[in-house]
Antibody, heavy 125, light 107 residues
Framework: EVQLVESGGGLVKPGGSLRLSCAAS????????MNWVRQAPGKGLEWVSS????????YYADSVKGRFTISRDNAKNSLYLQMNSLRAEDTAVYYC??????????????????WGQGTLVTVSS | DIQMTQSPSSLSASVGDRVTITCRAS??????LAWFQQKPGKAPKSLIY???SLQSGVPSKFSGSGSGTDFTLTISSLQPEDFATYYC?????????FGQGTKVEIK
């Protein structure tokens, strides 16, 4: 059974830092690209960052570029999100999500399949 | 960035009703469109990818269609467990973007 378990959330002051972790099990972690998606209280879903299976390709939403860093440790089956210079608008539940590839007219396209339960990050003084 | 617009934002329906939710992309995304269901306090659940392909384990009462800019999610016969918020998402290009959500409530 695929399991994704996030941890590391909590209360942090504006300008502070936090590191989220996602522990993966039930599948060959090193074969899959992974993502972070967040959801502010009462709001919709926002994609945050993607990392390919070997960390060769990394993408960020403009809202977090330069402040957040995604990484992974395939030996530990773990995904991370280092969040620096946090702002009130970063307050959200952060979800770890796996993606699968399908052949899209000659190129691979990636879609979400499994999600973790989320970890709440609150940025407030 | 590609904007995803869902309609309606909310709807009220009865058990047994057929429900259709629409998602429109601001530019063509081929069929790189996914749908998700989210219940209060829970993580999103993946329902459909590639506009019309069901994720493993998702019941066939859910179906998706569309290509280019216009897409639909249909629930053939609404059951109590289907009352939730539904999101569409494009994965044609980064940044991946979601619709604002459609809340399906009990009439």
């Amino acid at each position: 059974e695929v399991q994704l378990v996030e941890s590391g959330g909590g209360l942090v002051k504006p300008g502070g830092s936090l590191r989220l972790s996602c522990a993966a099990s039930g599948f060959t972690f090193s074969s899959y690209s992974m993502n972070w998606v967040r959801q502010a209280p009462g709001k919709g879903l926002e994609w945050v960052s993607s990392i390919s299976s070997s960390s060769s390709y990394i993408y960020y939403a403009d809202s977090v570029k330069g402040r957040f860093t995604i990484s992974r440790d395939n030996a530990k089956n773990s995904l991370y999100l280092q969040m620096n210079s946090l702002r009130a608008e970063d307050t959200a539940v952060y979800y770890c999500a796996r993606v699968r590839a399908h052949d899209g007219f000659g190129e691979l396209k990636y879609y979400f399949d499994y999600w973790g339960q989320g970890t709440l990050v609150t940025v407030s003084s | 960035d590609i904007q995803m617009t869902q309609s309606p934002s909310s709807l009220s329906a009865s058990v047994g009703d057929r429900v259709t939710i629409t998602c429109r992309a601001s530019q063509g995304i081929s069929n790189y469109l996914a749908w998700f269901q989210q219940k209060p306090g829970k993580a999103p659940k993946s329902l459909i990818y590639a506009a019309s392909s069901l994720q493993s384990g998702v019941p066939s009462k859910f179906s998706g269609s569309g290509s280019g800019t216009d897409f639909t999610l249909t629930i053939s016969s609404l059951q109590p467990e289907d009352f939730a918020t539904y999101y569409c998402q494009q994965y044609n290009s980064y940044p991946w973007t979601f619709g604002q959500g459609t809340k399906v409530e009990i009439k």
